[in-house]
Nanobody, 127 residues
């Protein structure tokens, strides 16, 4: 069973950048999908981005919600045990607790697709 720990959150001004890390341990080969969700206070938990690996070809396919396309990226590389979320051109509406999660299947954009969750890291975008 994979275990996940998020880090890298903090306070940043609008237009700034932040890189989140999701450090994985355990049976990472059994988790072909790593996803990022975010949850603002009083709001639901929403999909942000994910990477789905083909372990045969070692190719990662990335997907992003419309509101972050062109601003957030996940590196298509699973060489180590850390998945990153590079966040550029941050906006106040990006403020949330960011969670990474893992699926043993080819997961999608629903929170209930995922079995293992990290503890979350706070991202605050404010002037």
């Amino acid at each position: 069973q994979v275990q996940l720990v998020e880090s890298g959150g903090g306070l940043v001004q609008p237009g700034g950048s932040l890189r989140l890390s999701c450090a994985a341990s355990g049976r990472t080969f059994s988790t072909p999908t790593i996803v990022w969700f975010r949850q603002a206070p009083g709001k639901d938990r929403y999909f942000v981005a994910r990477i789905n690996w083909s372990w045969i070809s070692n190719v990662g396919r990335t997907y992003y919600t419309d509101s972050v396309k062109g601003r957030f990226t996940i590196p298509r590389d699973n060489a180590d045990d850390t998945v990153y979320l590079q966040m550029n051109s941050l906006k106040p509406e990006d403020t949330a607790v960011y969670y990474c999660a893992a699926s043993t299947t080819d997961g999608g954009s629903s929170w209930n697709d995922y079995d293992v969750w990290g503890q979350g890291t706070q991202v605050t975008v404010s002037s």
